[in-house]
């Protein structure tokens, strides 16, 4: 069974950076697309960042673009979130996701995606 497990979250201050890693198990990372998404309370499930690593495709939500950079470690198959100048509206619930195949462009809508993990949560304090 397909496990995704999510860690590196936390609290900060806006400005701030963390590094979310997402782990799997019974699935390699590099067959697909894996993406990121987050969650704030009363808000809907958003992708934030999205990898195909097989041909060094990403996307980004506008949002943010220029502050946070998602990468994939096919030796550990793990995908990691590196999240820079954080601020106040980051803050939410992020969930990686698998999907089992690749495609272009790579797809930020959740349903789009096959596994999910049961996330980690970021607070960032202004």
């Known amino acids: 069974q397909v496990q995704l497990v999510e860690s590196g979250g936390g609290s900060v201050q806006a400005g701030g950076s963390l590094r979310l890693s997402c782990a799997a198990s019974?699935?390699?990372?590099?067959?697909?697309?894996v993406g990121w998404f987050r969650q704030a309370p009363g808000k809907e499930r958003e992708g934030v960042a999205a990898i195909w690593a097989a041909h060094s495709i990403t996307s980004y939500a506008d949002s943010v673009k220029g502050r946070f950079t998602i990468s994939q470690d096919n030796t550990k198959n793990t995908v990691y979130l590196q999240m820079n100048g954080l601020k106040p509206e980051d803050s939410a619930m992020y969930y990686c996701?698998?999907?089992?195949?690749?495609?272009?462009?790579?797809?930020?809508?959740?349903?789009?995606?096959?596994?999910w993990g049961q996330g980690t949560q970021v607070t960032v304090s202004s």
């Open positions: 019974e699935y390699t990372f590099s067959n697909g697309c």
């Open positions: 996701a698998a999907r089992l195949s690749g495609t272009w462009p790579v797809p930020l809508s959740w349903d789009d995606y096959n596994y």
